[in-house]
């Protein structure tokens, strides 16, 4: 093998040099004789390191050259990538592994020095806990017998056992400057608290077992889960002169939401994410969001932004409200987010070494001049504007074309209509809608106050718009590209489409600006309801007590929130009375209900039912007459918006319907394979019936025009009403 050769250029120059004045003992100047130099011998480095193989623990493997990174020849960050790896320690820039190899094994190793620190076997008693705790400067080991074992972070191992509890150890975390240790002794599980000496400072039972802890200095609590039936987050407050348990608590919805660790507190310990994605407020633990992402490791960085890891091997960056600035794709599995100096660093297993990755915040991760929460294309450099955002860029940045594109970017012909992109699928000007839109079924079918009507296609990941005036369809929205809505609303006050997600997320199209998809906001669980409230959006999820009710402001804020409550499939704001009206579709006997949401406020202020508590047969939809003084159900029962009461039965049932602005109402149903529009008049008197081909799909407003919808084969149809 050819050996890789460096000589010494400044080496050999100061050496001329000191001949030159006289030193170095060679030659004889006062005759004139040149020195002698001997020639400089060859320094071989193998690996091409920078490390010559005399001074390279592993010469022929870049990965490593200092003696405390490998043994045998072989770079720990080669032997640990092959094993049964997980981080048992990680605070302060120092990491913890252990290791399942031909032994039982620890490794520690320093972000700073960029260096391990030490490995050492751990024989003759079986780990189950381990905890590092920064302020001891120990790694501390508790086994299924009670025993606590304590490591220097050069794993140098104390001579006598540092501390023992009464029972096998579930759990060990690092307190400030104290080690709470949990064991299955005492009533339910105990927590006790040992100082820098082993000395027990205090001990609580009916306690917990968790497989995650927090600490969380700036209120001085620890934060773990009580891992079983209902789940909850807990803490303790530990003093941190004395060690004491002093108090403890918990959130106020005793497992009514969904529970999974990790547990991560920003600084302050004011905000406290688990890994559902869900955030709670501290002190008082109430829910105030969720990033609509579950994850594997998150941290708070810089300016209480959030860092977090997800599932999809993505590294994303919100700010302090939440917005997402970055995101990442992430090579290999990245085992934990680690900290040191300021720095963010990913702990990631690759196919062949483990690696330390330092994650560089940027808001133009592409370097185009574009920052990340305005370019389309943020991880290509070649383009940055997309105006239908359909993945196709308008055009390529000044100096780069189609070959330069790191994604495989090409040109979109059509940039303002999501339709089509390539020349071929128009005439040049306008795409050829007969040509381009698919075939497709409706899953969510609504109309604006004007001319358009929206038919979403979750498949097709696109809103359909259809034109009332010209009869035909026009370009179509892009939705769905992150993750695949299941609802759609649409909020007059805010000329936004909005979306509801299985993940929580809440997203939106402005109808008036660029028709990207935005987030807006996040429920605890995924989405089941969704209605514009006038100045307001509520949408109802699966937690909290039977189902909570969210109503959120124009920005995104959470106005208010409201559990007991319940599930609907269907919802109707009636302007008059700010009254959303809904079912209780999730609860025997159903029933029509409501609730006042405040206009100035938000606040939920007001609930209640109809009188019939069972006795009413309800069937969606739910219609509010323009005037707000009659409410319509599918099961063909009118109401009085005043008390709830009947006040006629029009003997036909019906899938959807519409009042008219003259006070009348059309309803519509299936009859066979066909679809039956049935007219009343403002005394709600049948007037007549009308036949449509197709399955009914939905019947809008469209402005002061009503537009029945049908699926017709393959595709819908859409008819303008009389």
Known sequence: ??????????????????????????????????????????????????????????????????????????????????????????????????????????????????????????????????????????????????????YSESLQQDNAIFA???????????????????????????????????????????????????????????????????????????????????????TPYHGSYDIAGPIRANEAGSKIILGTGDIYDAPSLTWSANIGKTFADAAWIGNNELLVLTADRRLRRYDSALAQLEELPVNGEVLALAASAGTTYLVTRLADQLAFVAYKPSNDSDGDGYANTADKFPLDKTAAVDSDNDGFPDAFLNGYGATDSTTGLTVDAYPHDAACHAAAEGNGTACNYTAVIPSYMPDRVLADNGDTVYLLSVANKRVYRWSKSRQAYIAPLVVGQQETPTLMAYSADHNRLYFGHDSGSITYVDLAGDPVERKLASTAGAVRGLAAAGKYLLAQDPTGAWATHYVFDKAGTLASSKDW???????????????MYFFRDDTSPNDLMYETIDQATGQISGAGDSPYHGELRTSGPIRVSGGGGRIVIGSGVVLSPVDLMIVKN?????????????????????????????????????????????????LVRAGDTTVVVTQLGNAPSLSVLP
């Not at 820098?196 to 802890?213: E, I, M, P, Q, V």
């Open 164 to 250: 023992t509890v009464k029972e096998s150890i579930g759990g060990m975390a690092a307190a400030g400057q104290f080690l709470i240790v949990q064991d299955s002794s005492g009533a339910w599980a105990t927590h006790s608290s040992f100082d820098k000496r082993g000395t027990l400072a205090d001990s609580k039972d009916w306690n917990y077992y968790s497989r995650h802890y927090e600490w969380a200095p700036g209120q001085a609590r620890l934060y773990f889960f009580r891992d079983h039936t209902p789940n909850d987050l807990m803490f303790e407050v530990i003093d941190q002169a004395t060690g004491k348990i002093t108090s403890s608590g918990e």
């Open 650 to 698: 029009l003997g036909k049932t019906f899938m959807d319907a519409q009042w008219r602005a003259d006070g009348s109402l059309v309803t519509l149903a299936a009859t066979g394979a066909r679809s039956n529009v049935t007219w009343y008049d403002t005394n709600l008197n049948l007037v007549r019936e009308q036949s449509f081909e197709g399955t009914p799909m939905a």
């Open 1 to 150: 093998m050819r050996k890789n050769l460096i000589r010494l250029p400044v080496l050999a120059a100061l050496i001329s040099l000191v001949a030159a004045c006289g030193g170095g003992g060679g030659g004889d100047t006062a005759s004139g004789t040149p020195a002698v130099i001997p020639p400089l011998a060859p320094i071989i480095d193998t690996d091409k390191d920078g490390v010559a193989d005399a001074n390279d623990v592993a010469p022929a493997d870049a990965a490593c050259a200092s003696a405390s990174d490998a043994s045998g020849g072989v770079c720990y960050v080669r032997t640990l990538v092959k094993s049964r790896l997980r981080i048992v320690g990680n605070a302060e820039g120092k990491i913890f592994f252990s290791a399942e190899e031909d032994a039982l094994r620890l490794y520690s190793y320093d972000l700073k020095t960029r260096h391990f620190l030490g490995r050492v076997d751990m024989a003759g008693f079986t780990p189950a806990a381990y905890a590092y705790v920064p302020a001891h400067g120990k790694l501390y080991v508790g086994d299924d017998a009670g025993k606590i074992r304590a």
């Open 565 to 579: 409550n319940y599930y609907s499939g269907h919802y109707e704001w009636n302007a008059n009375q700010s009254r």
